[in-house]
């Protein structure tokens, strides 16, 4: 078993020792099942975004040369007024 120190606000504190001797535990007990329910309530996400990766898609490369794409994106830009 490990030991280990928390910090707790007073108040938290407070409480988590009433109701331990309430119920006749020591607020290391306590603490203990609560992080077991805890736990069990939000098990561990599976760890499968580890091991993505992007997406490859094969879209067969490009069929026009760069500088037939140039000229028509300049046009484009003519057209729609987004060159002076």
């Known amino acids: 078993?490990?030991?280990?120190q928390i910090q707790l606000p007073d108040e938290l504190y407070q409480?988590?020792?009433r109701v331990a001797a309430e119920r006749?535990?020591?607020?290391?007990?306590m603490t203990r099942r609560g992080l077991e329910l805890f736990l069990a309530r939000?098990?561990?996400a599976p760890a499968a975004h580890?091991?993505?990766s992007l997406p490859v898609v094969n879209c067969g490369g490009i069929?026009?040369?760069l500088a037939k794409l140039r000229s028509i994106a300049a046009?484009?830009?003519?057209t729609?007024?987004?060159r002076s």
């Open 24 to 29: 006749e535990l020591s607020l290391a007990e």
């Open 42 to 44: 939000f098990p561990e």
């Open 80 to 82: 729609r007024g987004l």
């Open 50 to 52: 580890a091991n993505w």
């Open 15 to 17: 409480r988590a020792k």
């Open 1 to 4: 078993m490990t030991r280990t």
């Open 63 to 65: 069929k026009a040369p």
């Open 75 to 78: 046009e484009d830009e003519a």
